[in-house]
């Protein structure tokens, strides 16, 4: 009798340091995973940061893409295209209409 006692007191002691090592592993990857949703929430922030600077610059990329195609489509529309031809032009013969600013 004192032999099986003495057994699953051993068994108990095995189960207790499993135990443990256990908890130890699972305080340990708690730790680890709040690390984690903390950069995952500062990065959640990086990243709407991120995409309403790219909103504004695309706006601003769209404002200054079609101020530019006005303009073109201004000096296509000024230039003396009868009177002047690259040759003149090149020489400095053409004078450039002055655009609005």
């Known amino acids: 009798m004192k032999l099986k006692t003495t057994g699953q007191l051993a068994e108990i002691g095995r189960s207790s340091e499993a135990i443990g090592r256990l908890k130890g592993e699972l305080a340990e ?7 984690l949703q903390d950069k995952e929430m500062a990065l959640a922030g990086q990243l709407r940061t991120t995409e309403a600077e790219l909103g504004a610059k695309s706006k601003a990329l769209e404002h200054v893409e079609k ?15 009868s ?19």
């Open 83 to 101: 009177t002047c031809t690259p040759r003149s032009a090149r020489s400095g013969a053409c004078t450039r209409p002055r655009l609005k600013t």
């Open 29 to 35: 990857r708690a730790a680890a995973f709040a690390v």
């Open 67 to 81: 101020t530019l195609a006005d303009r073109k489509a201004e000096l296509a529309n000024s230039w003396p295209s």
